[in-house]
């Protein structure tokens, strides 16, 4: 055999080899979100028996304050959203400058964490849109449970990459921002009467300890949990971080 067919096969053989990698890990993912949908699923049928055991009596509407029915989890092993959006992704175009939160090329490293955000508007859940703060956003998987934004020109410090609620906080210094920042940068509204257009009684949460005041000023934390009811209330719903690498 040639020495130029030898080098042919070795490249053939390790594109080969990396298809194959790819494939496997993409079965892994799927097996996983099937076993975590399985035992969830497996886990809320056995409370339902044994609930209907205690009382002796037929199946009844859940109580205020229940879990949430078990979602998929998404490219960033979070539970996806689903409903209509609060408000579209109307980050500027633009990259420039939005209360103090710059736009660059990079995702920064110095502040790195993870809060989560939940709006209720008169009892339905209204999901943050996929891109808030990615700027000419590419979308791998639109429309799906793995949709995910990724910035072709810049991310601002803070964004929003997958349909899951989670804000990522990603600066090259260190500093707290606030909940009003990440409105700026989506450049939508946020006070106390008013949350992206929906207006009306407010119940916020933080870590499901009830906070007054204007909801701009809530300071963003790691893996903290807010979440914002307007109109009707809703009690404090916490996401599952335990699955995430977040």
Not at 45 to 63: C, K, Y
Not at 163 to 168: C, E, F, L, P, T
């Amino acid at each position: 055999m040639s020495a130029a067919g030898s080098k042919r096969d070795r490249r053939d053989a390790a594109r080969e080899h990396a298809a194959e990698l790819r494939a496997a890990e993409s079965r892994r993912r799927r097996r996983r979100r099937l076993i975590v949908w399985s035992s969830t699923a497996a886990a809320a049928a056995a409370a339902v028996v044994i609930a209907l055991i205690v009382s002796g009596s037929s199946p009844a509407r859940a109580p205020r304050g229940s879990a949430a029915p078990a979602a998929a989890l998404g490219p960033e092993g979070m539970a996806v959203e689903s409903g209509t959006v609060l408000a579209a992704n109307t980050t500027d175009a633009s990259g420039a400058t939005r209360d103090g939160i710059s736009c660059d090329t990079g995702e920064g490293a110095a502040e790195h964490i993870h809060t989560h955000l939940a709006v209720y508007v008169d009892g339905r859940l209204r999901p943050l849109p996929v891109g808030i703060g990615v700027v000419d956003p590419s979308v791998e998987a639109a429309g799906t449970p793995d949709a995910f934004a990724q910035a072709t020109r810049c991310y601002y410090w803070l964004h929003v990459h997958a349909s899951d609620g989670v804000i990522h906080v990603e600066a090259p210094t260190r500093s707290t921002f606030t909940l009003g920042q990440v409105f700026a940068v989506w450049r939508q509204s946020l006070s106390s009467t008013d949350v992206a257009g929906a207006t009306g009684k407010q119940t916020v949460y933080v870590d499901g300890k009830v906070v007054t005041g204007d909801p701009s000023r809530i300071a963003l934390g790691p893996r903290e949990d807010i979440q914002i009811d307007v109109g009707k209330a809703v009690p404090f719903r916490p996401v599952d971080w335990s699955r995430s690498e977040l």
